[in-house]
């Protein structure tokens, strides 16, 4: 079974600019959730998709955002980027298996601004 | 909120057996996971918690006790490779939902 994809791997936008990163969960996972990793911060949630609904959202600005569609890949969008967009951020697909939670990471799609 | 403290380094001896502790506040606790990350890669999960006691999947183990807000990821016979950053994270329930919150990370050195 393959695993989390993220596209594109490497990015490299300007300040003002937006992005549009890109994650295919594992087959059979309907729950996709969006992090950012920074040396400074460590890892932050940002936001999780179920059924192509939000069902819960990091303490992020609205300059993020992200979606889900009806085959589960999502997509997370950042406008008017910033600087200190720079990150790793990272996919993760989730299941329930005999009332056990298994989530993935995705191998994350490394920003830079500059 | 949620509060989540592990030690940020240790280092131990190839062979060795190492216990990596994360102490935790939140309210809506729904599970304790352990990743492992390996500079400039994702984290891999390792382990997951949601009842106390000891769960183990060859040579790591992870305990929870849920009254104490504690869990510990043991390593035994460590192995160069093991060299990485060790992730805490609390999965919590709040109105909206599941929420995973990640510790900062210990980062292990393997010695020969």
């Known amino acids: 079974k393959a695993g989390v994809t993220q596209t594109p791997r490497y990015l490299i936008k300007t300040r003002g600019q937006q992005v549009t990163l890109s994650c295919s969960p594992i087959s059979g996972h309907r729950s996709v959730s969006w992090y950012q990793q920074t040396p400074g911060q460590g890892l932050q949630f940002l936001f999780e998709?179920?059924?192509?609904?939000?069902?819960n959202k990091g303490n992020f600005p609205g300059r993020f955002s992200g979606r889900q569609f009806s085959n589960s890949r999502s997509e997370m969008n950042v406008s008017t980027l910033e600087l200190g967009d720079s990150a790793l951020y990272l996919c993760a697909s989730s299941l329930v298996v005999r009332g056990r939670y298994e989530q993935y990471f995705g191998p994350g799609t490394r920003l830079t601004v500059t | 909120g949620q509060n989540i403290d592990q030690p940020t380094e240790m280092t131990a001896t190839e062979g060795a057996i190492v216990q990596i502790n994360c102490t935790y506040q939140t309210s809506g606790f729904n599970g304790l996971f352990w990743y492992q990350q390996h500079a400039g890669e994702a984290p891999t999960f390792l382990s997951y918690n949601v009842l106390d006691g000891l769960e183990e999947k060859g040579r790591f183990s992870s305990f929870l006790s849920r009254s104490k807000g504690y869990s510990y990821l043991l390593l035994k016979e460590l192995q160069m490779k093991d060299s990485a950053s060790y992730l805490c994270a609390v999965r919590s329930y709040n109105n909206a939902g599941n929420m995973l919150t990640f510790g900062g990370g210990t980062r292990l050195m393997v010695k020969p």
């Open positions: 998709y179920f059924s192509e609904t939000q069902r």
